[in-house]
């Protein structure tokens, strides 16, 4: 029987993942069958569209093969074989580059991560969609956390709320993550990447299998790309926003990505907070921020959906050791930083 809009569903588990992405079903993956009380939980109802250049490096590539992408879904992955990296006009900055040897692999976010949940569903993972948490509180009498939010049809029609209280949280909420928001100490000003992204079908004139990356503005940390998908290709646009770089608004890059891309389909935009120092290990118990709710990402690399995996992954394993060793969840979110911020020093030196 379907829940009232005015009905709450109370729960009370060992470990909340909010977010159902790469970080949060690699999470959910790595603590399934452990034991633990464990819920998935996300605002989306999936297949759903996620703003990304669909690009994979080869760590995000090692990470899906071992989940067995390439053996259940071949089909929805396309292999580059050319890359170009240019600036047009400028020879400083001009460089190019040819192979017939494979670049890399992209597979759209919509078919990524919906496959991702369905590895989870198969495995046994407790998951609820169109759960938006809107309220993050801390109960200091049962030393335990309270989620709260509404939940959604896939119409978007409230169809009830729900209150969760969890000794841990596991935030892979993404960039706006409210886990982050409702629990991190300070109030740094982070590093924006401000990105847009279309998709154009296939071009009978350019091979299907073709893509590049632009470095088309000077002085700038700026670059358009071209990325092949299954169909068609991934074509955007991104620009870091730093306080010694020119800026762009919203509407500037949607108006620049038509340019580049005229007859693309619908464009749409992203701010991305960026990995730019090795995060504090300071942090309130029991809370596990992850992938780009831990501002982990380097668009200038590349680097996105693997350290969204990794981190999902670390955290699953620390809690999972954490229930061997009775640990307090103040203990495993400290372990948890230690580790994150070793992972981010060995990222940000390459």
């Keep these: 029987m379907p829940l009232r809009q005015d009905q709450t569903q109370e729960l009370k588990i060992d470990v909340l993942i909010v977010g159902l992405g790469p970080a949060g079903t690699a999470c959910g993956l790595e603590l399934n069958a452990t034991g633990i009380k464990a819920l998935g939980i996300d605002r989306s ?9 669909d690009a994979l490096p080869t760590e995000a590539q090692l990470e899906i093969n071992k989940l067995g992408l390439d053996q259940s879904c071949p089909e ?3 292999t580059s074989r050319f890359a170009q990296w240019s600036h047009k006009g400028s020879p400083y900055y001009q460089r190019r580059f040819h192979t017939q040897a494979p670049i890399f692999q992209a597979i759209r976010r919509y078919d990524l991560d919906d496959w991702l949940v369905s590895q989870c569903a198969g495995r046994g993972l407790w998951m609820k969609f169109g759960w ?4 993050i509180q801390r109960d200091k009498l049962n030393n335990t956390w309270i989620a709260s ?3 959604h049809s896939k119409k978007g ?4 709320s729900f209150s969760i209280h969890t000794r841990c949280i596991v935030g892979c909420d993404g960039v706006g993550s409210i886990v982050r928001r409702a629990t991190e ?9 401000l990105a847009s992204r279309c998709y154009r079908p296939v071009d009978p004139r350019r091979d299907q299998h073709q893509s590049s990356i632009a470095f088309r ?8 790309w071209r990325f092949a998908v299954p169909g068609g290709h991934n074509c955007g646009v991104a620009w870091l926003c730093q306080s010694d770089q020119p800026t762009i608004s ?6 620049l990505t038509r340019t580049l891309e005229p007859g693309c389909g619908d464009v749409r935009t992203m701010g991305l907070p960026i990995l730019q120092s090795i995060p504090s290990i300071d942090g309130d118990e029991g809370i596990f921020l992850c992938g780009d709710a831990a501002c982990l990402v380097d668009p200038l690399l590349g680097h996105g959906i693997d350290r969204a995996m990794k981190s999902g992954k670390l955290a699953g394993k620390l809690i999972k050791e954490s229930l061997k060793k009775d640990e307090q969840p103040a203990e495993t979110s400290f372990r948890y930083r230690v580790s994150l911020a070793k992972q981010c020093k060995e990222w940000l030196n390459r």
């Design 45 to 53: 109802h999936f297949p759903r569209d996620k703003i990304c250049g």
């Design 185 to 193: 100490r300070t109030k740094e000003t982070k590093t924006i990447v």
């Design 149 to 151: 939010g509404s939940i």
């Design 76 to 78: 929805i992955r396309t």
């Design 157 to 160: 029609i409230r169809t009830g």
């Design 132 to 135: 938006k948490v809107q309220l």
């Design 217 to 224: 503005w000077p002085g700038t940390g700026a670059y358009s």
């Design 250 to 255: 919203g509407k500037a890059i949607v108006e």
